[in-house]
């Protein structure tokens, strides 16, 4: 896991890239990437898009440069426990990543995946900012991210898979709602991906009742959309009245 003073050293002066959902799109995570920015990437790096194996070896090269983190979603989970020998449901998307990283074109990064995925944070504070996969939980404020490949905790499961109603809607994808949102704290933001609620292409922005704000940042890469990213400004412990305008590509 991040040493959060370390990482805080590490961003000074540097300003943040917030960068959504990658799903395997690696020519535009390659954008996204050539930035002298800290790079906090939100998780699901893989599946869908056509080169998943590509966007880990990126993102680990990120890491060992010290340029940035990801932060575990879903499917980067679940490419996890796929590859530690879980039991799970292997659906295309996964099967299609698997294929990806089997191919001997892709064998330096095998070695490589299973430490990535376990020393990932599931969710990461930075003064009045957060970053997660899906949703937050006014109990990660306080709770030290946990390894996301143990056992799915109340707080990983918001982490990961965001709140859920227990229905599944017509596309097949579990019914989702947003009550979390006012409960983000006054002038607190999180930066959030997974949910794809943007109707224009462009990161979607909503205000909770408690005066907090969530970010939306995934649109689409990989699954017929776009990558989306932020650049936040260099005071790292601070955040503006609103986000700054997004980057897509």
Known sequence: MYDQR???????????????????????????AATDRFIIQLGDLVDYGPDS?????????????QRGLFLLGNHDRKLGRALMGRKLRRDPPLEATLEQIN????????????????????????????????????????????SGLDNVSSLLSRALFGEVTG???????????????????MGHTVY??????????????KHGRSGGTAVFVDTGAGKGGHLAWIDLPEESMEIPDYPPPPSFY
């Open 6 to 32: 370390n990482l805080q050293h590490r961003i000074a002066g540097r300003g943040i890239r917030v960068v959504g959902d990658v799903h395997g799109d690696l020519d535009a995570f390659r954008h996204a």
């Open 167 to 185: 229905k599944t809607q017509p596309d097949g994808y579990p019914e989702r709602r947003l009550n979390w949102v006012d409960h983000i704290p």
């Open 192 to 205: 959030c991906g997974h949910d794809r609620r943007s109707t224009d292409g462009r990161p979607w922005i």
């Open 103 to 146: 191919d001997s074109r892709n064998a330096d990064i095998r070695d490589l995946l299973i430490p990535l995925l376990t020393d990932a944070p599931t969710w990461l504070r930075l003064g009045r900012r957060m970053f997660v996969h899906a949703a937050f939980h006014t109990g990660m404020l306080e709770e030290t991210s946990p």
């Open 53 to 65: 194996a590509g966007a880990l070896r990126l993102m680990a090269r990120i890491i060992q440069e």
